[in-house]
């Protein structure tokens, strides 16, 4: 009589020896139908793999294995057994034990047929699990159903939609009563845990983390793909056809962001602390390759420093030998509304040449730069986008005035 025990190796050898031949069959022979047919067959099969595997995880939990080697968790057990990180044997393991619950097993059943995707049965027993605790059995189960018929028809991310929403079919007025109290408690909870944290890398970058309500979050998204504005393509950028926003073009957009709010707009007490500080040795600021200093030691080159002083929010403070100050935020460093109206008048946008950033997102820039003693008025200013006041600054490039206003830009060959 063959025992349990030894049809379980039995078993377990046949599939490591059809998972072999799996492995090792050839595909190129193959025509398209069949590939398709047999990634289908594959996908059902994992998912179905997945069913076996969690009726082992619940057999595991009932019998305590974690209890017996002194681990904490049955998903911390696993976890140190098979070398899973926590969060994914925790993951497995609480799929497994919702799919065990008697209320539960036509969610079992389908995946256990292969007519259910796992992320589709975890996100239904997501869906369940967020019902009223004191609703009735025969609406979860009608719930349950309907989700399962979703499945049918919809991926794990659309079926996740169609579970927030499952109540509203069931029970109109006590959904519009528990929405309420939910959106209540998700806008109080938001508001609640609002934080942004930053982190010095030490190589010229500050990382950070933030958590925001969803109307101050969409907000700043909507801000930020205003300033990377997709439909205009910057000189060296790749040529994505205009449709692609970048992680990297919404940092820039994000560092325009920061520097054009003005400091004049917080409350009367923090106004004046908010502006950055930067300190230069005149000889620094001389040097072609020199640097500045922020109060906090962090170091930038002369040629942000020469940028940034044209704009608001920062005080640019330049030493004469052991740090006597020789100017600290010299009247008239910006241009007034005024005076960049009139650039705006004139120059109508960027005015480096080729450039099509219109005047709404341009710094004011000073020809002869302010750190050097250059004058604060339209003869001598300009409207350049931040990508070009940048350039204007940087080592790496000359620039020239032609006559008709427009700045030409050429890289310096390195020798």
Known sequence: MTTSSSFADELVARLHDDLTDLATMALSPLDDAQIAQLLETLTAFGDRLTHATSRVIVEAHQRGL??????????????????????????????ALGLDKPEHEPIATALADGDLHTDQARVILESLHDLPKDLESALYDKARDMLLGFARQFDASDLANLGKGILEKLDPQRFEDDEAKRLQKE????????????????????????????????????????????????????????????????????????EMFPADKLPTHAASSVALVITID??????????????????????????????????????????????????????????????????????????GMPASVCHAHHDDPWSQGGPTDLAKGRLL??????LIHHPGYNHSIGGDNSVRFRRIQAH
């Open 282 to 355: 005149i000889n620094e600021l001389l040097k072609k390759h020199g640097y500045a200093t922020l109060v906090n030691g962090g170091k930038i080159t002369a040629g942000e420093f020469r940028r940034l002083s044209c704009r608001t929010g920062f005080l640019p403070a330049m030493l004469d030998g052991p740090s006597e100050v020789l100017d600290l935020g010299r009247l008239r460093r910006f241009y007034s509304a005024g005076q960049y109206r009139a650039l705006v008048i004139r120059d109508k946008g960027c005015t480096a040449l080729g450039c």
């Open 187 to 258: 806008e109080d909870e938001a508001n609640a845990k609002a934080r942004i944290t930053f982190s010095n890398d030490g190589h010229g970058r500050i990382h950070g983390r933030f958590s925001l309500p969803v109307v101050q979050g969409q907000l700043l998204r909507n801000q930020l793909l205003a300033l990377a504005d997709p439909r205009r393509q910057l000189p060296g950028d790749p040529d994505t056809g205009g449709a692609s926003i970048t992680p990297e073009r919404m940092g820039q957009a994000f560092m325009e962001l920061i």
């Open 66 to 95: 974690a209890d017996k080697t002194g681990a904490r968790h049955t998903a911390h057990w696993w976890a140190k057994r098979d070398l899973l990180t926590k969060s994914d044997a925790m993951k497995r393991v609480n799929l």
């Open 385 to 390: 986008c931040p990508h070009h006041h940048r």
